[in-house]
């Protein structure tokens, strides 16, 4: 494996084709999904002074999609105790005493009691009226939830993503949310990774190329049909 | 204008998760995706001849391995009716925009042209498939678990680590990293045998992204230290 720096390719044409063929710009066909926006997911760290931008930003984000009748999910990962071995690239992380996070936090999502965890989504994040999805056990929003029947229930078939992490959960949600026929959107400012700013960057560079159209939330924001 | 990502050094971290894995090969398959004819011969793909070359070679090699294991081979590749062909509208736009998805040309059309229910596969001949070889002919997205019967053959198998060959790194190889992790497999790359026609920069990511979050990432040689398999050896 490489370890020394990556070069971006650029690809201005690409980039800009993609941004000009978005046309999806209905809010109502829209739904806005938060990815492990948790206490216990941030304790693992980001990049100093990270955690406060991207809390402000999404905050922000957020109160401007709910004003736009966009319905707000948030996934969170709670894993039984028993369940903790079952993601054998996590187990062997716990095994051996590593974090995956160079910025040195804990990496366990281990949560309880049974049927009744209580969830804890950083501040400024939630508002009554949001959903709330806490049985995420993957790198998949997806992937045993009940995420897709809500997004059935809720009529929406495009799906905006912001949160934790950007090369993980989110770049994994987005391949479930591709392979099932859902539009996928990114909010770059909305995203960051506690497995390091770098794999953040180049997530995003994967993303905007291969997997989603991914804007700031001022470009989201002239893109939408319906104004504010 | 292009930028320069530095990547922090996980060099230990790296080393200690690679110690900790071990691949038994009675529980282990290998999946080769997407090295197919359309997605890779020079004359319906603009995958750099010569690196192309490399994988394929390197993925033949790994095959040989495996195989003198007893490790089944399961080959997985594309194949979409034109009514599938637009379902995800990210994917969809692709066929709209007239700006190559691949830094290294067009893709040139190619259809397999067998009538409704009638193809079998188009792998290059370096791979085989060869008897006692699995194929699976129906992928339609960049994942070679959704709506595929992969997952039942793999349980079939009893497989639990999942040696992953193919292209594209960022793409369906990276796809099928998270989709095998979230189903409770261990899943491995093989550095030599993949490859990626979206750039080397996402190459590299990919790559970097599985060693440091999905999955493991070993070099063929590794790989063949841990089978205790010399190339050419016959399965007991």
């Known amino acids: ?228 | 204008m292009a930028t320069t990502v530095p990547l922090i050094d996980r060099a230990e971290f790296l080393d200690t998760l690679k110690g900790d894995l071990e691949i038994d090969p009675k529980k282990t398959a290998c999946i080769q995706i997407d090295i197919h004819r359309r997605q890779i011969d020079p004359r319906f793909s603009p995958f750099p001849v010569d690196y192309a070359q490399r994988v394929i070679a390197a993925s033949a090699e790994m095959m040989r391995m495996c195989r003198a294991a007893g490790i089944p081979v399961i080959h997985v590749m594309v194949y979409k009716r034109e009514i599938e062909t637009s379902i995800s509208p990210r994917l969809g736009v692709f066929r709209r925009i007239d700006v190559n998805r691949s830094p290294y040309g067009p893709d040139l059309a190619y259809d397999p042209g067998q009538p409704e229910g009638y193809f079998t596969w188009d792998v290059m001949p370096e791979l085989g498939p060869v008897e006692g070889d699995y194929i699976i002919n129906n992928k339609k997205t960049l994942s070679a678990f959704h709506h595929t019967d992969l997952e039942i053959l793999l349980k079939s198998l009893g497989t639990e680590t999942i040696l992953l060959t193919g292209i594209n790194t960022n793409t369906c190889l990276q796809c099928a990293t998270f989709d095998a992790a979230n189903r409770g497999y261990t899943p491995v790359f093989i550095e030599e045998a993949i490859g990626s026609g979206y750039g080397e920069d996402l190459h590299h990511f990919a790559l970097q992204n599985v060693a440091r979050t999905t999955g493991w990432v070993l070099t063929l040689a590794e790989l063949a230290e841990r089978l205790g398999t010399p190339v050419g050896a016959k399965p007991e």
């Open chain 1, 1 to 228: 494996v490489q370890t020394l720096d990556i070069d971006i390719w650029d690809r201005p044409d690409l980039l800009e084709a993609l941004q000009n063929a978005f046309e999806l710009t209905d809010s109502a066909r829209m739904a806005v999904i938060t990815v492990d926006m948790s206490e216990r997911h941030a304790r693992r760290g980001l990049p100093p002074g990270k955690l406060e931008t991207l809390l402000s930003d999404t905050s922000s984000f957020l109160d401007f999609a709910r004003k736009s009748g966009i319905p707000v999910i948030h996934v969170i990962s709670a894993l039984r105790p028993i369940e903790a071995g079952y993601m054998k690239r996590w187990a062997s992380e716990e095994r051996t005493g590593q974090s995956p996070s160079p910025y040195g936090g804990p990496s366990s999502e281990v949560s309880g009691p049974e049927g009744a965890f209580e969830p804890d989504i950083l501040p400024g994040i939630f508002e009554d009226g949001d959903y709330i999805i806490k049985t995420k056990k993957t790198f998949s929003a997806f992937h045993g939830t009940d995420l897709s029947h809500l997004l059935l229930s809720l009529k929406r078939d495009v799906t905006v993503f912001c949160g934790m992490d950007t090369n993980g959960s989110i770049q994994g949600t987005v391949f479930d949310a591709n392979n099932l026929g859902y539009g996928t959107v990114a909010i770059a400012d909305c995203c960051a990774s506690t497995y390091g700013d770098d794999l953040h960057e180049l997530a995003l560079e994967q993303l905007r190329r291969c997997l989603a159209w991914t804007f700031t939330i001022d470009e989201f924001q002239t893109k939408l049909a319906v104004k504010v």
